[in-house]
């Protein structure tokens, strides 16, 4: 290596093996500062890289900056083992020379302030007044990869003058992003092991590095392949790239985003490769999306609160598949209201069918995970739904759906008559109290019986359900005389699962599910309106039953 040095510093580099570190001022008298600055640039072998950095804070700061690399291609001469010898400055212009000296001194010395001042041979306070005068950063961050000074921006002209289009800034943050890791691996493996790489500390330690190996990862800048280090003992457990992981959380969230959104696998494994340039199969979206099956049953079996206001329940029905057909099977829904006027989804079932029976199931589970008590239940008018609810909540008033109980009323009216009648019926659940939503309903069979008695039977049948709502304030009333609510949300997630025809399983309805519940509870995040007086009248009506 000796060889191919430059003449002038051939005898410099022999002192670096032969003579001790105090001798060094005293055998560099003779040699130029342009031998010096050229020997500081010299890719040097580590055994000697500390005495190098040694003569730095020996030469005098010359007319000409030392470090003024700024003719070399990155700024960054390599030395034997890929790594910088001297930090890079970055060009500076129109600036005094006490100014770039005193930059210059500060970046060889990574930012420490007393080391500038002793390789300056001024005093630190000295040092630091001048700093402040010229703009100078006074924080070493300032120094560690960039040299700023008071007026310029870090991202200089001369630096986005290399950016032609924006695949190429693409390009330069790809390449950043691995740099980044690597640099954080690197002193994830200075912290594993005690001590920097190089260092004299390190000998007989019982651990050291082993070299590298390179690894392919997938982040939201496209697939990169950079080294991760290892120790000779093989302890070594990295944090920011963890071992048997190769794509990073922002792209296994942005693949479950996607798949809660309503794409399917091949669809996303086609938007991942043409916009991300990242090749994912079908079977690795497959295992990302089934990770979140664990937070989906976390989130089913969370504790509930004791009490809740009210409670509206429905399904909503899907094509699953089962024993190698095609049926149709319900996810059941529960939202409740709690006392600080949001809503929640108190959890998901999925059965067969429809039925009070199952409802049972469902009741009894709530009650299992802490649910106590249930002031007010909205349903549709489900057979035997009342009957079931009672037998778990027996405190709790069930109000049936009022629109149901109109559609269910008008199936039995034809075209022509159904205009008038629904507005006949319109004076029912329109009345001030049940006194007179009984007279209307009077009237209403008086007018209709004859022509259609099964439609003002259904009224009759279930008129103590239907007429709940009428104990209530006005306020409440429109919050529990229909299940607008949870029809509501059953149509928002008709919405994320339209583009499925139908599902493989059980827990693929689940995740499905899961996933739109969870992108349409991050809009619930205001109380329903009037809550403060809605809270008044529930502690008004419900004082023994609530507590805070």
């Given amino acids: 290596m000796l060889a191919e040095c430059p003449e002038d510093i051939i005898p410099l580099a022999e002192f670096f093996r032969e003579r001790h570190s105090k001798e060094l001022k005293r055998e560099t008298q003779g040699f130029t500062d342009d031998a010096k600055r050229r020997m500081l640039a ?11 950095n040694k003569i730095k804070r020996s030469v005098l700061v010359s007319e000409e900056p030392i470090l003024d690399i700024e003719g070399l291609d990155n700024g960054i001469p390599p030395c034997d083992n890929g790594q910088a010898s001297v930090p890079a400055v970055l060009p500076l212009k129109d600036e005094s020379l006490e100014k770039k000296n005193i930059v210059n001194a500060l970046k060889a010395c990574n930012g420490h302030r ?5 390789m300056l041979n001024v005093n630190p306070a000295t040092l630091y007044r001048k700093m402040k005068k010229y703009g100078c950063g006074r924080n070493r961050r300032h120094y560690k990869i960039f040299c700023v000074n008071g007026n310029d921006e870090v991202l200089s002209k001369e630096f986005l003058s290399q950016f032609k289009t924006e695949a190429d800034v693409s390009k330069f943050l790809k390449q950043l992003h691995a740099q980044v890791l690597e640099k954080m691996l690197e002193g994830e493996m200075d912290a594993h092991l005690g001590y920097e790489k190089n260092s004299v500390t390190g000998n007989n330690t019982g651990n050291s590095r082993n070299g590298s190996y390179p690894k392919k990862i997938q982040t939201e800048h496209g697939e990169s392949v950079i080294s991760i280090p290892r120790d000779r003992n093989g302890q070594f457990e990295p944090i920011a790239v963890p071992k048997h992981e190769s794509r990073g959380l922002s792209i296994e969230k942005l693949v479950i985003s996607l798949y809660a959104k ?5 669809d996303i494994e086609e938007e991942m490769r043409e916009i991300y340039e990242i090749e994912l199969s079908t079977s690795a979206i497959s295992i990302i999306t089934n990770k979140v099956n664990q937070a989906a049953q976390e989130w089913q079996n969370r504790p509930l609160d004791p009490v809740c206001l009210i409670v509206w329940m429905d399904g909503i029905v899907f094509k699953v598949r089962d024993n190698g057909k095609i049926i149709n099977k319900t996810v059941y829904l529960c939202v409740g209201l709690k006392q600080n006027g949001l809503k929640e989804v108190l959890g998901m079932w999925v059965g067969k069918s429809e039925s ?5 199931g469902v009741l009894t589970d709530l009650k299992a995970r802490g649910v106590q008590d249930i002031l007010i239940t909205c349903t549709d008018n489900l057979n035997g739904f009342t009957d079931t609810i009672r037998s778990v909540f027996p405190q709790s008033s069930t109000q049936v759906c009022v629109v149901h109980q109109i559609r269910n009323s008008c199936k039995y009216v034809v075209y022509k008559d159904k205009k008038e009648f629904t507005a006949d019926m319109k004076n029912i659940y329109n009345a001030p109290n049940k006194e007179v939503a009984a007279t209307e309903l009077d009237n209403l069979e008086k007018k209709w019986g004859g022509k259609y008695p099964y439609a003002i039977l259904s009224w009759r049948n279930n008129w103590d359900d239907l007429t709940v709502f009428f104990q209530f304030p006005l306020e409440i009333r429109k919050i529990i005389c229909t299940t607008n609510l949870i029809e509501n949300l059953n149509g928002k997630i008709r919405k994320y699962t339209k583009s499925k025809l139908s599902f493989p399983s059980d827990d693929a309805v689940k995740k499905t599910v899961y996933l739109s519940l969870m992108e349409i509870e991050k809009k619930w995040t205001m109380p329903i309106s009037n809550w403060g007086l809605i809270m008044n009248q529930f502690m008004l009506m419900f004082e023994n039953r609530i507590q805070i």
């Fill in 262 to 266: 309503g794409m399917s696998v091949s």
């Fill in 356 to 360: 009070s029976s199952f409802w049972m």
């Fill in 42 to 52: 010299y890719p040097w072998p580590g055994n000697v890289r500390e005495l190098q």
């Fill in 114 to 118: 007393e080391q500038a001042a002793a």
